[in-house]
């Protein structure tokens, strides 16, 4: 029942590679994994989900939660010492699917916290680790897992043992799996250092064939009308591929990796100036599982230019704002380049020869896939906007200075690495253009912020920006618990139930305890915050190294959202009135990509954006009560259109709604207003300038007033 075999896999931009990455892994689960990327609709949970059908059936320990290996178990085995008279038996691989809401006790397993106080045994519960053992591991959406349960899947999945620490009770066993990943960049990414963990990553994209989208909607309805009969037609064909993932298996101790394809391997991923050595260890392991997928006795050249196709573009993003990207000319360049310096050496058995007559050949002949190293237009958000006319609209002409040509949306931020290697900007269409969007200025460097808070503690999704009662972080007290028990509090438990230990009739050596006698753990961490932007985008702020200094400070607060885990949502004003640009959303790279784009120009309806923010948050706070709200207004204070009472009234209304404020003042000049700093009065927040919105600016302020006093 393969969906893989029955899905029209040209209707999908990258599905090809998708499927090559998963054979890869399920040849060699060494590899590390697999993280898929795409828009919505693409068919990757499907094609994920009809992977353990194609893996070997397991020999295992029968009775044995943790499925050893009757060949070698697990001498650490909760459920062992196994003798070797135990029974063998056999089960299918499983899949097994880790939901986004999970906790930690359901991942990593758990200990009965009664029986272990009242009976003095061990009784440990298996968690979706354990459970995942020699098979595959599947978390959709894994950009929206918690980070801590992020770091603990990747450790397992890394040492290849899970270890479970509870109340002075430690368990380990082994968790051997499959680690597959999938997720859509617009709702979030995920931290670089956790992107290199995953050994392949695959971008994928829905065509825009109406005949190939017609193909796909008819085989998903065939299937709905006859399951078992439409399942049977590929019956065969699954079979054939698992029977191909066996072989591939036992050859793959057989495969060997000449020094020349050792230098190929190691050779491009220097040329991609990719960190740490991971990425030559990943590359290297899935050349050798493709040779041993395509019956190559050594690793060829085109083994080795797969293999960097999919273990690299993830491993060059120098920050959030970046898309995995590969340059597949460079990656043939480094190819070449290193089958040319091969030495010549007499003693060397032939992989000099090998690499000289294969060093492009057997590359350039496979070719890349079609779709998969389509470059996205969203990878370079400005780059289309220099090949069209400059803009001629009503209120281009109030910034001064033009848009020299259309430059592109602006350098990225520092440490981004070789943007302008990338030839994908070049060859993205043109934009249209919109005369009455005004100019587009660049962006400047970015740099590391002042941290912004909220007061008091919160209950949001843990972060790291305001404090609130979170599921992780220090112990800070005891509560009696208000469901079911998340955290036990072991002092507060004992101190509960020993009054009563006479009355309930205890003689021996164990406590009595009872369900009313539980106190769960009261621990104090960091959330996420919702961090709404308020762009000032009017003539007033269109003076080009003015919008460039503005676009750069609130790029480095999108940075510092990216790293706190908060949403974050972007609404500009200008003209006649304002508009949302991005709903509040994980996705910082669209927050980038919007405000790279922005344009200047027009009046300056302050209290139209004011109500549109706010209007935001009302939305907001109904869907996710618990999150909480930090508005960032960026603006000179001037309200050209409406009138700076109404601007101020608006600003008080928000602060009557509990809303934390920040007005970053634009204001420049000798002369200044201090309109800006009266908007935040109004609110109830707090008034920063733009020059001071640095952490090193305001570290440099306060070591002056210091002296001063």
Same mark, same amino acid.
């Given at each position: 029942?393969?969906?893989?075999?029955? /899905?029209?896999?040209?209707?999908?931009?990258?599905?090809?590679?998708?499927?090559?990455?998963?054979?890869?892994?399920?040849?060699?689960?060494?590899?590390?994994?697999?993280?898929?990327?795409?828009?919505?609709?693409?068919?990757?949970?499907?094609?994920?989900?009809?992977?353990?059908?194609?893996?070997?059936?397991?020999?295992?320990?029968?009775?044995?939660?943790?499925?050893?290996?009757?060949?070698?178990?697990?001498?650490?085995?909760?459920?062992?010492? =196994?003798?070797?008279?135990?029974?063998?038996?056999?089960?299918?691989?499983?899949?097994?699917?880790?939901?986004?809401?999970? +906790?930690?006790?359901?991942?990593?397993?758990?200990?009965?916290?009664?029986?272990?106080?009242?009976?003095?045994?061990?009784?440990?519960?298996?968690?979706?680790?354990?459970?995942?053992?020699?098979?595959?591991?599947?978390?959709?959406?894994?950009? #929206?897992?918690?980070?801590?349960?992020?770091?603990?899947?990747?450790? *397992?999945?890394?040492?290849? @043992?899970?270890?479970?620490?509870?109340?002075?009770?430690?368990?380990?066993?082994?968790? =051997?799996?499959?680690?597959?990943?999938?997720?859509?960049? &617009?709702?979030?990414?995920?931290?670089?250092? $956790?992107?290199?963990?995953?050994?392949?990553?695959?971008?994928?994209?829905?065509?825009?064939?109406?005949?190939?989208?017609?193909?796909?909607?008819?085989?998903?309805?065939?299937?709905?009308?006859?399951?078992?009969?439409? *399942?049977?037609?590929? !019956?065969?064909?699954?079979?054939? #591929?698992?029977?191909?993932?066996?072989?591939?298996?036992?050859?793959?101790?057989?495969?060997?990796?000449?020094?020349?394809?050792?230098?190929?391997?190691?050779?491009?991923?220097?040329?991609?100036?990719?960190?740490? $050595?991971?990425?030559?260890?990943?590359?290297?392991?899935?050349?050798?599982?493709?040779?041993?997928?395509?019956?190559?006795?050594?690793?060829?050249?085109?083994?080795?230019?797969?293999?960097?196709?999919?273990? $690299?573009?993830?491993?060059?993003?120098?920050?959030?704002?970046?898309?995995?990207?590969?340059?597949?000319?460079?990656?043939?360049?480094?190819?070449?380049?290193?089958?040319?310096?091969?030495?010549?050496?007499?003693?060397?058995?032939?992989?000099?020869?090998?690499? @000289?007559?294969?060093?492009?050949?057997?590359?350039?002949?496979?070719?890349?896939?079609?779709?998969?190293?389509?470059?996205?237009?969203?990878?370079?958000?400005?780059?289309?906007?220099?090949?069209?006319?400059?803009?001629?609209?009503?209120?281009?002409?109030?910034?001064?200075?033009?848009?020299?040509?259309?430059?592109? +949306?602006?350098?990225?931020?520092?440490?981004?690495?070789?943007?302008?290697?990338?030839?994908?900007?070049?060859?993205?269409?043109?934009?249209?253009?919109?005369?009455?969007?005004?100019?587009?200025?660049?962006?400047?460097?970015? /740099?590391?912020?002042?941290?912004?808070?909220?007061?008091?503690?919160?209950?949001?999704?843990?972060?790291?920006?305001?404090? *609130?009662?979170?599921?992780?972080?220090?112990?800070?007290?005891?509560?009696?618990?208000?469901?079911?028990?998340?955290?036990?509090?072991?002092?507060?438990?004992?101190?509960?139930?020993?009054? /009563?230990?006479?009355?309930?009739?205890?003689?021996?050596?164990?406590?009595?305890?009872?369900?009313?006698?539980?106190?769960?753990?009261?621990?104090?961490?960091?959330?996420?915050?919702?961090?709404?932007?308020?762009?000032?985008?009017?003539?007033?702020?269109?003076?080009?190294?003015?919008?460039?200094?503005?676009?750069?400070?609130?790029?480095?607060?999108?940075?510092?959202?990216?790293?706190?885990?908060?949403?974050?949502?972007?609404?500009?004003?200008?003209?006649?009135?304002?508009?949302?640009?991005?709903?509040? @959303?994980?996705?910082?790279?669209?927050?980038?990509?919007?405000?790279?784009?922005? %344009?200047?120009?027009?009046?300056?309806?302050?209290?139209?954006?004011?109500?549109?923010? *706010?209007?935001?948050?009302?939305?907001?706070?109904?869907?996710?009560?618990?999150?909480?709200?930090?508005?960032?207004?960026?603006?000179?204070?001037?309200? @050209?259109?409406?009138?700076?009472?109404?601007?101020?009234?608006?600003?008080?209304?928000?602060?009557?709604?509990?809303?934390?404020?920040?007005?970053?003042?634009?204001?420049?000049?000798?002369?200044?207003?201090?309109?800006?700093? %009266? #908007?935040?009065?109004?609110?109830?927040?707090?008034?920063?300038?733009?020059? &001071?919105?640095? !952490?090193?600016?305001?570290?440099?302020?306060? %070591?002056?007033? %210091?002296?001063?006093?």
């Amino acid at each position: 029942m393969s969906a893989p075999a029955r /899905y029209p896999f040209s209707a999908v931009v990258g599905m090809d590679d998708l499927k090559l990455a998963l054979l890869i892994n399920a040849v060699s689960p060494d590899v590390g994994g697999v993280l898929v990327r795409g828009e919505k609709g693409t068919a990757k949970s499907t094609v994920v989900r009809a992977l353990a059908a194609l893996l070997p059936d397991l020999d295992v320990v029968q009775g044995c939660r943790f499925g050893c290996d009757p060949a070698a178990p697990d001498p650490e085995c909760p459920d062992g010492p =196994h003798a070797d008279s135990a029974v063998p038996g056999e089960r299918p691989a499983r899949l097994v699917e880790l939901p986004v809401g999970a +906790s930690e006790d359901r991942l990593v397993g758990s200990l009965d916290i009664e029986r272990a106080l009242t009976e003095g045994v061990k009784a440990f519960e298996p968690g979706l680790l354990a459970e995942a053992h020699r098979g595959v591991l599947y978390v959709d959406e894994v950009n #929206l897992l918690h980070d801590h349960l992020v770091d603990l899947l990747l450790d *397992a999945a890394a040492m290849g @043992t899970s270890h479970v620490e509870r109340e002075g009770v430690s368990v380990r066993h082994a968790a =051997h799996f499959l680690l597959v990943g999938t997720m859509n960049p &617009e709702e979030g990414e995920l931290r670089p250092q $956790l992107l290199d963990r995953f050994g392949l990553t695959v971008e994928v994209a829905a065509t825009r064939d109406p005949q190939l989208r017609a193909d796909v909607v008819r085989r998903r309805l065939a299937f709905e009308a006859d399951p078992e009969g439409f *399942a049977a037609g590929y !019956a065969r064909d699954e079979a054939e #591929l698992a029977g191909r993932i066996l072989a591939a298996r036992k050859r793959l101790p057989g495969v060997v990796l000449t020094d020349a394809a050792l230098r190929q391997v190691t050779a491009v991923c220097a040329a991609f100036d990719v960190d740490g $050595l991971r990425a030559d260890i990943v590359t290297a392991r899935a050349a050798m599982a493709l040779a041993a997928w395509r019956d190559h006795g050594e690793v060829a050249p085109e083994d080795v230019r797969d293999a960097a196709r999919l273990a $690299l573009p993830h491993r060059r993003r120098r920050d959030p704002f970046d898309a995995p990207d590969l340059d597949e000319d460079r990656l043939q360049e480094a190819l070449d380049q290193a089958g040319d310096a091969d030495p010549k050496d007499p003693g060397e058995p032939d992989g000099a020869g090998d690499d @000289t007559g294969g060093g492009g050949g057997g590359a350039e002949a496979q070719g890349p896939d079609p779709g998969s190293s389509a470059e996205e237009p969203s990878a370079q958000p400005g780059d289309g906007d220099g090949q069209g006319p400059q803009d001629s609209g009503p209120d281009s002409g109030e910034a001064p200075g033009g848009d020299a040509g259309g430059a592109p +949306s602006g350098p990225r931020p520092a440490g981004s690495g070789d943007a302008d290697d990338d030839p994908g900007g070049e060859q993205s269409p043109p934009r249209p253009q919109d005369p009455g969007r005004g100019p587009q200025a660049e962006a400047g460097e970015t /740099y590391r912020p002042r941290l912004f808070s909220l007061d008091g503690v919160g209950e949001g999704a843990p972060g790291r920006r305001s404090r *609130a009662e979170t599921p992780f972080g220090r112990t800070s007290g005891a509560r009696v618990p208000r469901s079911a028990v998340r955290g036990l509090h072991l002092t507060a438990t004992l101190r509960a139930a020993a009054p /009563y230990q006479r009355a309930r009739g205890r003689r021996g050596p164990g406590l009595i305890v009872r369900p009313g006698d539980l106190r769960e753990s009261v621990r104090e961490g960091r959330e996420g915050n919702l961090v709404l932007f308020c762009v000032d985008a009017s003539g007033s702020m269109a003076a080009r190294q003015r919008m460039r200094a503005v676009k750069g400070a609130v790029l480095s607060l999108l940075l510092d959202a990216y790293q706190r885990r908060d949403k974050v949502g972007l609404v500009t004003f200008r003209g006649t009135g304002a508009q949302v640009e991005l709903p509040p @959303t994980s996705s910082v790279e669209a927050g980038a990509r919007r405000l790279r784009e922005l %344009r200047t120009g027009g009046r300056t309806p302050l209290a139209a954006g004011l109500a549109r923010a *706010a209007e935001v948050l009302r939305v907001e706070r109904l869907r996710d009560a618990a999150r909480r709200a930090l508005l960032v207004v960026v603006t000179d204070g001037r309200a @050209t259109r409406g009138g700076l009472d109404e601007a101020l009234r608006a600003g008080a209304r928000i602060g009557a709604r509990g809303v934390h404020g920040i007005v970053v003042d634009c204001e420049s000049g000798p002369v200044r207003l201090g309109l800006a700093q %009266r #908007l935040a009065a109004e609110m109830g927040g707090e008034s920063v300038h733009l020059e &001071e919105l640095g !952490a090193d600016a305001l570290s440099g302020l306060v %070591r002056s007033t %210091r002296r001063a006093a």
